[in-house]
């Protein structure tokens, strides 16, 4: 297969080289592997921008989930916002929202798109469609922030993992809030490099994350991870373009993060046995929730 | 590489609340509908590691029906997948295992009808992505990215050299390709995948040739 990049090293260097933007390198190499047209292929994602769009305007209706775990607190933070006493600033208080009312439309069932894991899905919708308020981004520019944020997430995927079943939510909530980071920067004007240190910055403070998902769901404690990954990708993006470097190169971390979910115990990656799922609380609700005495074959209409 | 569009990563569009669990789960089932050329009549389903544990919440269940359904993984009749299975008639059961199986999101499905039956076992491996390991007992690794025939033959000489010929032929690249047999001589399974979509013309050539029993396809 035919590749421009493998590795965000590669990456960088190709942006920088061509001086082209990282989202324009990734449409290249898609039109290069899968031999669709430009046009093709923006359309597709031009569509996904807008699923996008209208879960997190649905997502602020306010949804429950099936099992009553979550929903409603995207509008109880769109209504904190409104009183104008948030602490850490109304962009960033925007942004966490609109990631939680992705993630409480995906765990209602609802139509949504995966970025890249629909436990992670909020992140990356969420702090574009918040800092589109701020920089008014052309529709153009709010797609190549969804290729941008695909260029670092493809490499992710083919180097380390982005299953939390295999490497912990640092493999979902990680990538997902520093491949927004990456493409934050690039919208805000900054150079490749430097999306390459957001994504680094915010990928070193998500290393270690258990996935922990209470009774199995994608719900407790994954609303709020893709909260504070949201918070994290805004913040390390404003790390990066203040010129601030990542010590440890991009690739490294990444590989990392690769090695740190290797050695997880499988208690820790989705298997609901550890962490927040293995709490007294976290038993409970699963019983709740499932019933105690799980057969292990279910019969239907037969 | 084991991703090779971005919007494996930025997608796909689906149905909450899991990529793995759901869309990708979808997805198994509708590549045993593909292969099977039909609706099953009936279902077994068996489920291992994370998959077991997990897919009731995830609706892991109702998405490997609504695939099996033929449904994609953004149809909104996943979510009430199992009524339509029923209004169809088709009887499904889940058996959640407790053995350990090589990759944590596993589905062993068995399907059927009065005509014939296929088992199938794919693997969810993130973002929505799956591949099929194993197809009626023969391994394999099928990504789903590209179109795909599958050729059932006897384990002949010169068998993979004619196919590939037909295939050569039509002016088409092979992308991908896997020959599997249970034993020396016996029924074998090549899985070719191509760069261009398949036609009926290649599909009754190859079904023409010696020793080829069956030929389905897998269109992306």
């Known amino acids: 297969m035919e590749i421009l990049f493998g590795t965000v090293k590669e990456l960088v260097t190709l942006a920088e080289t061509q001086q082209k933007p990282i989202s324009e390198i990734m ?51 769109q209504d904190y916002i409104a009183t104008g006493k948030g602490l850490s600033g109304d962009l960033l208080l925007d942004a966490v929202s609109k990631a939680v009312a992705t993630n409480e439309v995906n765990a209602a069932m609802g139509t949504i798109c995966a970025t890249p894991t629909a436990g992670a899905a909020g992140i990356v919708p969420g702090t ?21 944020s695909g260029a670092f997430g493809f490499i992710v995927a083919n180097n380390a993992s982005i299953s939390g079943a295999a490497g912990g939510c640092q493999a979902e909530t990680g990538s997902a809030g520093s491949m927004a980071a990456a493409a934050i920067v690039e919208m805000a004007g900054g150079t490749p490099q430097q999306s390459a240190e957001a994504f680094s910055i915010v990928m070193k403070n998500m290393l270690g994350l258990v996935c922990d998902p209470v009774a199995g769901l994608v719900e407790v404690p994954c609303v709020k991870r893709n909260a504070m990954g949201a918070a994290k990708a805004l913040v390390g993006a404003d790390m990066a373009l203040a010129g601030i470097v990542s010590r ?24 609901a046995k550890g ?28 | 590489m084991k991703f090779r569009s971005v919007f494996e990563i930025i997608g796909p569009v689906m149905i909450g609340p899991s990529s793995s669990h759901t869309a990708g789960a979808a997805r198994i089932g509708r590549v045993a509908r593909t292969l ?14 994370s998959f077991a544990q997990t897919y009731k919440g995830h609706g892991t269940d109702v998405a490997i029906i609504g695939g099996l359904l033929d449904y994609d993984t953004f149809d909104e009749r996943i979510k009430t997948a199992f009524d339509e299975a029923a209004q169809l008639g088709m009887t499904f059961e889940f058996i959640a295992e407790e053995e350990e199986a090589d990759h944590p999101n596993t589905a062993r499905l068995v399907i059927g009808d009065s005509k014939g039956t296929m088992e199938l076992t794919g693997i969810s491996i993130g973002g929505g992505t799956m591949e099929v390991v194993d197809l009626n007992g023969f391994p394999l690794r099928l990504s789903g990215h590209y179109p795909a025939l599958l050729v059932v033959h006897d384990d002949r000489s010169g068998v993979i050299a004619s196919v590939s010929n037909v295939i050569a032929m039509q002016g088409m690249n092979i992308a991908h390709m896997e ?34 029993t069956q030929v389905s396809t897998l269109a992306n």
Not at chain 1, 40 to 68: C, F, K, P, Y
Not at chain 1, 276 to 299: H, V
Request: proline share 3%; hydrophobic share 40%.
């Open chain 1, 27 to 77: 449409i290249e190499q898609e039109m290069l592997v899968t031999k669709r047209s430009r046009q093709d292929i923006i359309a597709q994602m031009d569509n996904n921008l807008t699923v996008m769009e209208n879960a997190i305007d649905r997502g602020l209706q306010g949804v429950q989930s099936t099992s009553g775990l979550t929903g409603g607190d995207a509008v109880l933070l």
């Open chain 1, 248 to 271: 440890i190169p991009t690739d490294e971390v990444i590989e990392a993060m690769h090695k740190i979910g290797q050695t997880m115990p499988s208690a820790l990656r989705e298997t």
């Open chain 2, 179 to 212: 020959v599997g047999r249970k034993e020396k001589g016996e029924m074998a399974l090549m899985v070719i995948e191509v760069d261009q979509m398949i036609d009926d013309t290649l599909l009754s050539e190859l079904q023409a040739l010696p020793n080829v």
């Open chain 1, 128 to 148: 574009l469609f918040a800092v589109k308020n701020k920089l008014n981004p052309t529709r153009e520019q709010m797609i190549n922030y969804l290729f941008t």
């Open chain 2, 36 to 49: 099977f050329g039909r609706q099953p009549e009936w279902a077994r389903i068996h489920l291992y590691g």
């Open chain 1, 275 to 302: 962490g927040l799922a293995a709490t007294p609380t976290g038993k409970a609700l699963e019983a709740k929730i499932f019933g105690k005495g799980n057969a292990n074959s279910d019969l239907v209409n037969s």
